[in-house]
Antibody, heavy 120, light 107 residues
Framework: DVQLVESGGGLVQPGGSLRLSCAAS????????VTWVRQAPGKGLEWVSN?????????TYADSVKGRFTISRDNSKNTLYLQMNSLRAEDTAVYYC????????????WGHGNLVTVSS | EIVLTQSPATLSLSPGERATLSCRAS??????LAWYQQKPGQAPRLLIS???IRATGISARFSGSGSGTDFTLTISSLEPEDFAVYYC?????????FGGGTKVEIK
């Protein structure tokens, strides 16, 4: 079975940094694009970032996080990462990783989500 | 950015009734639209891709239609487990965007 398990969330002060991880199993991780999507408390879904399959040579970001967040992948560890710097209160959300069927695509499998809270 | 507007915001129906959810795009997305279901405390689940293709394991009571700017998700006969929030999402252009959601609640 396809599984995606996020970790690394928690409470961080404004201006701080955090790195999320997403461990994948049950499929050939390197062959798929993967994504981060977030959901602020009580709000809708917001796409954050995508990384292409293979070496992950292509990445793209929402304007709201561009220049502050970096997506990366380690295919040897079947793991996706999201490095989040200069965090703001408005970054507070549940962060989901998901598998994409292509680089510009839909998301067919999702992790359970990981809460990031930015607060002093 | 392509804005997706979902209506209604809330749909109050009884089990067994038919649900019709709408998603309108600010510009044409061809048929590059998906629908997701999300229950409280859970991750979204893909229901429909490319406007009308049911995802693996999704019941035939869910159907999608539309192209261009106007799309519909229909649940033919609501089961108790179908009461949830539904989101549409486009993959026509960056940034990927989601609609604001439609909550289907028990009347």
């Amino acid at each position: 079975d396809v599984q995606l398990v996020e970790s690394g969330g928690g409470l961080v002060q404004p201006g701080g940094s955090l790195r999320l991880s997403c461990a994948a199993s049950g499929f050939t991780f390197s062959s798929f694009a993967v994504t981060w999507v977030r959901q602020a408390p009580g709000k809708g879904l917001e796409w954050v970032s995508n990384i292409s399959g293979g070496s992950g040579g292509s990445t793209t970001y929402a304007d709201s996080v561009k220049g502050r967040f970096t997506i990366s992948r380690d295919n040897s560890k079947n793991t996706l990462y999201l490095q989040m710097n200069s965090l703001r209160a408005e970054d507070t959300a549940v962060y989901y990783c998901a598998r994409a069927s292509g680089f510009l695509s839909f998301f067919d499998y999702w992790g359970h989500g990981n809460l990031v809270t930015v607060s002093s | 950015e392509i804005v997706l507007t979902q209506s209604p915001a809330t749909l109050s129906l009884s089990p067994g009734e038919r649900a019709t959810l709408s998603c309108r795009a600010s510009q044409s997305v061809s048929n590059y639209l998906a629908w997701y279901q999300q229950k409280p405390g859970q991750a979204p689940r893909l229901l429909i891709s490319d406007a009308s293709i049911r995802a693996t394991g999704i019941s035939a009571r869910f159907s999608g239609s539309g192209s261009g700017t106007d799309f519909t998700l229909t649940i033919s006969s609501l089961e108790p487990e179908d009461f949830a929030v539904y989101y549409c999402q486009q993959r026509s252009n960056w940034p990927l965007t989601f609609g604001g959601g439609t909550k289907v609640e028990i009347k």
